[in-house]
C-alpha cells in the first residue's frame, strides 16, 4: 500500500508563494506519473501538474508560467513550486501517484490565497 505524505499548504496573500511537497512510500512497483490536482468546495477535482519518471511535465492552461512540478525519484518526492498565486488558486490541493495497476492520493493540503 502506497502511502502519500503532502506538506507545504498555508495561506498567503495573492502573488505570494508556496511550494508543496509529496513523498510517497510503500510502494513495491516503480512510481511513474506523480502529479498535483485540486478541488474546491462543490467543484470536481482538477488537474493542476503531472510529471513522469523521465521528467515529462503537463500543466493545466491557468497555472502554466505560474507553477513548476519536479520531483526527486530517489526520494519518490514531488514538488509543487507555486508563484504569483491568485485568490482563484486558493484550493485543497492533493498529490496522485501511479504506482503498477494502482492509482493513490494523499489526504491533500489547504492552499489559501488572500486578495
Known amino acids: 500500500q502506497v502511502q502519500l505524505v503532502e506538506s507545504g499548504g498555508g495561506l498567503v496573500q495573492a502573488g505570494g508563494s508556496l511550494r508543496l511537497s509529496c513523498a510517497a512510500s510503500?510502494?513495491?512497483?516503480?512510481?511513474?506519473?506523480m502529479g498535483w490536482y485540486r478541488q474546491a468546495p462543490g467543484k470536481q477535482r482538477e488537474l493542476v501538474a503531472t510529471?513522469?519518471?523521465?521528467?515529462?511535465?503537463n500543466y493545466a492552461d491557468s497555472v502554466k508560467g505560474r507553477f513548476t512540478i519536479s520531483r526527486d525519484n530517489a526520494k519518490n518526492t514531488v514538488y509543487l513550486q507555486m508563484s504569483s498565486l491568485k485568490p482563484e488558486d486558493t484550493n485543497v490541493y492533493y498529490c496522485?501517484?501511479?504506482?503498477?495497476?494502482?492509482?493513490?492520493w494523499g489526504r491533500g493540503t489547504q492552499v489559501t490565497v488572500s486578495s
Open positions: 496522485k501517484t501511479i504506482a503498477g495497476p494502482s492509482v493513490y
Open positions: 510529471i513522469t519518471a523521465s521528467g515529462r511535465t
Open positions: 510503500g510502494s513495491s512497483f516503480s512510481i511513474n506519473v
